[in-house]
């Protein structure tokens, strides 16, 4: 069963509009960390939150992890055409070191 | 390396026929993964490697499925008797440390025809 999964499956914004997707998970976790990948193309990291950590800040990526809930928000602001991808986050849990990817949102930008 | 490289970048092959995919981390990285991603759909974990071992091969499928990584560097999977299911691209990613951030290579789209 997916360990991480993201919400919503598929969005589609305009240029300068933020985005805001999430993802659940099951089971404790030392880390989550958040994923993009172009189309055809392979994945690139993005942030990496720890699960003593509350909130992080890259840039125009804004993360938040919620423990108690077990889950994640990945916030872009002033999206731009470019931001358009697939976003993924996985998470490393504390008994096991496999990485568990969900099945991605889909953030279309529309100029 | 500049960053993760995998080959082939394509491969076709019929059904029944082995096949290799090889990775090629970047230098010093001690953990080395393997996924592969169906259209659509996220990473699937097949294995992970910190140095020579297989720390955990949980996420392989079947026994038909192998790889190995002899000298904590490049990787190779191995695929025997191969299935038109089997058809996906396999990514490779590699981290300087098991929980770390991973860099993936391009991947290698695999189809069995």
């Known amino acids: 069963s997916q360990q991480g999964e993201e919400d919503p499956q598929a969005l589609s914004i305009q240029e300068g509009e933020n985005a805001t997707m999430n993802c659940s998970y099951k089971?404790?976790?030392?880390?989550l960390q958040w994923y993009r990948q172009n189309s055809g193309r392979g994945l690139v990291h993005l942030i990496l939150i720890r699960s003593n950590e509350r909130e992080k800040h890259s840039g125009r990526l804004r993360v938040t992890l919620d423990t108690s809930k077990k889950s994640s928000s990945l916030l872009i602001t002033a999206s731009r055409a470019a931001d358009t991808a697939s976003y993924f986050c996985a998470t490393v849990t504390n008994y096991g070191q496999n990485f568990v990817f969900g099945p991605g949102t889909r953030l279309s930008v529309l100029p | 390396g500049a960053g993760v490289s995998q080959t082939p970048s394509n491969k076709v092959t019929e059904k029944g026929k082995y096949v290799e995919l090889r990775c090629d981390p970047i230098s010093g990285h001690t953990a080395l993964y393997w996924y592969r991603q169906s259209l659509g759909q996220g990473p699937e974990f097949l294995i992970y490697f910190q140095g020579t071992g297989a720390a955990d091969d949980s996420g392989l499928p079947n026994d038909r499925f192998f790889a190995v990584r002899p000298e904590g560097s490049v990787s190779t999977l191995k695929i025997q008797r191969t299935e038109r299911g089997d058809s996906a691209v396999y990514l490779c990613?590699?981290?300087?440390?098991?929980?770390?951030?991973?860099?993936f290579g391009p991947g290698t789209r695999l189809t069995v025809t």
């Open positions: 089971t404790s976790i030392n880390n």
């Open positions: 990613a590699s981290s300087l440390n098991v929980a770390r951030e991973q860099y």
